[in-house]
């Protein structure tokens, strides 16, 4: 006989088929089949237990409720007749579409553990069937550990900024010479990583050193969803090892800043005309006898904040105005971004920091081949992590920086529930 069914009338109105294959089938899977009603409710009955942390299930069903309040008005002639607000409540539907989707799939799976486990109390004799029950009992209860945490995931709030492309600032800090060439290390270190990223790297505006490396570089970076991962880098890098200008043989602690700034329009940051002094200059260096004779280069200064930009990358004057202002409206607008993570930063102390100018984020040891993440309390290997190989670290960032929105949101419907 290939398989063995067994069919039973449970307490509650679904019928529960359990099929399994016979051993001689190498993958030994078992294949559950329910019955349930198309539709589910958000509304759970008394005697299947939940299996969920009850703040999950609060805001899954608020999640649901909300759905289907949407469903229904996407539904009115009035919201379709207007596809502006057609066009919103849609939007917002679909946003909804797949915590709703795996949310039903949860209901559905605790379900099916709860009959199955009613069946596993009824008189069995068949030994083997009874395995085979008990094994059904510990997938589906994998299944909805897993069910569950994707939906925690799910349910966190996203950072609007994270699917943007962004403008690295690198600037040598303490060290002189040394923290000018560690700067530069720094640099090619994340264009590496870009290139494993399949990520496009352009400078933009860059100061280089007397010995090599620069005082500061400023490059965009743009791709899939950059932000969401270098926006961990932001902060102090600081390098002990021996520099190539010590004679000696001493060991030296030089730091570098980084700081990451999403791209911005400029509908987001308005620029008043009157803050701005403007004057060119000739770039020289490569690139022809034009930019050699032609001011090209461009010397931006905002008044209201002090910051300074002189751009000579491109060609002409009006490339480098455009570059000018692309990095000035992401400086003003990182200035309105620190200044709301800092309010954050004053209401709970993050692990993973805000990425604060001031901030030591990571020690890069050559003596020892380690580079130490202060804030993860994790080791990596050195040379492959200049080498751009830092993706470990950018997943530990964001799995911390889960945990801590996580325990938030727990926090928070606890508050609610109180």
């Known amino acids: 006989m290939n398989s063995l069914t067994w069919s039973f009338n449970a307490p509650s109105p679904a019928r529960l088929t359990l099929k399994f294959p016979s051993p001689a089938n190498s993958f030994c899977r078992r294949r559950v089949s329910l019955r349930v009603p198309p539709a589910p409710t958000c509304q759970r009955t008394s005697r299947v237990v939940c299996m969920a942390e009850p703040y999950l299930i609060a805001k899954l069903q608020s999640a649901e409720k909300t759905w289907k309040e ?7 002639p009035v919201v379709v007749s207007n596809p502006t607000e057609y066009q919103k409540v849609a939007q917002s539907m679909a946003e909804l579409d ?3 989707t795996t949310y039903r799939i949860f209901k559905e799976c605790e379900k099916q553990l709860e009959d199955t486990k009613a069946l596993a109390k009824e008189e069995v004799s068949n030994e083997d069937m009874a395995l085979m029950i008990a094994d059904e009992v510990e997938t589906l209860t994998s299944q909805l550990k897993d069910l569950e945490e994707k939906l925690t995931v799910m349910l966190l709030p996203s950072d609007p900024l994270d699917s943007r492309n962004i403008l690295v600032e690198v600037r040598a800090g303490t060290g002189g010479d040394e923290a000018a060439i560690w700067a530069g290390d720094l640099v090619r270190m994340y264009q ?9 790297f352009t400078p ?29 880098e932001s902060g102090v890098h600081r390098v002990q090892r021996v520099p190539q200008t010590e004679a000696q043989g001493r060991v030296h602690t030089s730091t570098a800043t980084v700081a990451i700034m999403p791209e911005v329009d400029e509908v987001e940051v308005v620029i008043d005309p009157k803050d701005i002094e403007l004057t060119t200059a000739r770039s020289g260096g490569a690139g022809g006898q034009n930019v050699n004779k032609v001011e090209t280069a461009i010397d931006l200064f905002h008044k209201p904040t002090g910051i300074r930009i002189f751009c000579t990358e491109a060609r002409t004057q009006l490339q480098n105005k455009n570059r000018a202002f692309q990095l000035l409206r992401a400086k003003l607008y990182e200035i309105k971004v620190r200044a709301q993570q800092e309010q954050i930063r004053n209401q709970r102390k993050l692990q993973v920091g805000t990425g604060a100018r001031a901030e030591k984020i990571r020690t890069y040891n050559y003596k020892d081949n380690r580079v ?16 751009g190989d830092i993706e470990t670290a950018v997943q530990s960032c964001v799995t911390v920086e889960q945990k801590e929105l996580l325990e938030e949101l727990a926090e928070s419907v606890g508050a609610t529930v109180s």
């Open 70 to 76: 949407l469903s229904i008005k996407l539904a009115d």
């Open 204 to 232: 933009i505006s860059y100061s280089e050193a007397e010995k090599g490396g620069f005082k500061t570089y400023v490059m965009e970076i743009k791709g899939s969803r950059v932000y969401s991962k270098l926006k961990y």
């Open 98 to 100: 797949e915590v709703v």
């Open 372 to 387: 130490t993440d202060h804030r993860l309390k994790m080791n990596f290997e050195l040379t492959s992590f200049l080498d």
């Open 192 to 200: 590496r990583y870009s290139e494993r990223s399949s990520w496009k």
